[in-house]
Nanobody, 115 residues
Framework: VQLQASGGGLVQAGGSLRLSCTMT????????MAWFRQAPGKEREGVAN????????NIVDAVKGRFTISKDNAVNTIYLQMNNLKPEDTAAYYC?????????WGQGTLVTVSS
C-alpha cells in the first residue's frame, strides 16, 4: 500500500488550498483515513479523519469551520479543503491510514501561509 499526497504550496493568509491523497495497492473504501500535520519544531498532530465510507468525519477545533475532509472511493482518494488559511497552518501535511495493524503514511506535502 502506498499513499501519494499532493496539493501543497505557498499561499497568502486568507487563501485556499486543496490537498489530495491517493491510495494505491489497496481499495480505500475499506479503510478510515486521516490528515496530520507537523509544523517546524513541533510534534505531528491530527487535523481531520474520515471513516471508510466517507460518511463520518472529525475535524480538530483549531481548523473547524475552515477545513473540510472528504473521500472519493471511486478514485481511492481523500481530500482536505483548506479555506481562510492562517500563518499558523504552515506545516507539512501527511495522509495516513492503518491496515491490519500497520500504519501507512504519505510522503507529506508542504503548506506555507504567508502573512
Amino acid at each position: 500500500v502506498q499513499l501519494q499526497a499532493s496539493g501543497g504550496g505557498l499561499v497568502q493568509a486568507g487563501g485556499s488550498l486543496r490537498l489530495s491523497c491517493t491510495m494505491t495497492g489497496s481499495t480505500s473504501k475499506h479503510y478510515a483515513m486521516a490528515w496530520f500535520r507537523q509544523a517546524p519544531g513541533k510534534e505531528r498532530e491530527g487535523v481531520a479523519n474520515i471513516n471508510h465510507s466517507g460518511g463520518s468525519t472529525n475535524i480538530v477545533d483549531a481548523v473547524k469551520g475552515r477545513f473540510t475532509i472528504s473521500k472519493d472511493n471511486a478514485v481511492n482518494t481523500i481530500y482536505l479543503q483548506m479555506n481562510n488559511l492562517k500563518p499558523e497552518d504552515t506545516a507539512a501535511y501527511y495522509c495516513h491510514t492503518k491496515l491490519r495493524g500497520s500504519d501507512y503514511w504519505g510522503q507529506g506535502t508542504l503548506v506555507t501561509v504567508s502573512s
